[in-house]
């Protein structure tokens, strides 16, 4: 069974940094795209970041770019998000999701792990 | 800038049938945007119901269905029941990596 665990989620002031970290298991890591998807309390989703399998290339929403970096351990099936520079904007709920084999879709939800910025 | 458009609000009775559109601001929606639904009932994450226009994700009842109709993507609920009152969100592949999220729709099912 395919499983997303997602931990680091915490309390942490305006300007503060944050390391989310997502664990995979039940399938081949490195064989996929892997992308973290955020939810603001009450609001809808927002696509974060994408980092594809082989090609090794990284995407990020413009509401996070140069303040986000998305990273991945194929050996230790783990996808990671340092989170600088954060804002209580960034307040939300953050999910872990698998990408699709051989086309460019979402698949399996990790349970996702909550971020709050505040002082 | 780019605005994914989906209904607020549907609702449906029991049994019917309702469908939910995903369309974009810019233009017409299709398969190169890679249309994923997705079902997120209250308190719980969201789950894949289709990716890639119609391609339903596993263990997903085949009343759920993708496809495209008059330039926007479309979620059709075949045979509504009780349980699938909940939010339904989009989103849309616009290139360069970049995806976009519509804001949802909140179906009703009365």
């Known amino acids: 069974e395919v499983q997303l665990l997602e931990s680091g989620g915490g309390l942490v002031q305006p300007g503060g940094s944050l390391r989310l970290s997502c664990a995979g298991s039940?399938?081949?890591?490195?064989?996929?795209?892997m992308r973290w998807v955020r939810q603001a309390p009450g609001k809808g989703l927002e696509w974060v970041s994408s980092?594809?399998?082989?090609?090794?290339?990284?995407y990020y929403a413009d509401s996070v770019k140069g303040r986000f970096t998305i990273s991945r351990d194929d050996s230790k099936s783990t996808l990671s998000l340092q989170m600088n520079s954060l804002r209580a904007e960034d307040t939300a709920v953050y999910y872990c999701?698998?990408?699709?084999?051989?086309?460019?879709?979402?698949?399996?939800w990790g349970q996702g792990t909550v971020v709050t910025v505040s002082s | 800038q780019t605005v994914v458009t989906q209904e607020p609000s549907l609702s449906v009775s029991p049994g019917e049938t309702v469908t939910l559109t995903c369309g974009l601001n810019s233009g017409s929606v299709s398969p190169e945007h890679y249309p994923n639904w997705f079902q997120q009932r209250p308190g719980q994450a969201p789950r894949t119901l289709i990716y890639?226009?119609?391609s339903r994700s596993s263990g997903v009842p085949d009343r759920f269905s993708g496809s495209i109709l008059v330039n926007k993507a479309a979620l059709t609920i075949t045979g509504a029941q009780a349980d699938d009152e909940c939010h339904y969100y989009c989103?849309?592949?616009?290139?360069?990596?970049?995806?976009?999220f519509g804001e949802g729709t909140k179906l009703t099912v009365l």
């Open positions: 039940g399938f081949t890591f490195s064989n996929y795209i």
């Open positions: 890639s226009t119609n």
């Open positions: 999701v698998k990408g699709t084999s051989a086309t460019n879709g979402f698949d399996v």
């Open positions: 989103i849309l592949y616009l290139g360069s990596g970049i995806w976009v």
């Open positions: 980092f594809g399998d082989r090609s090794y290339k990284t």
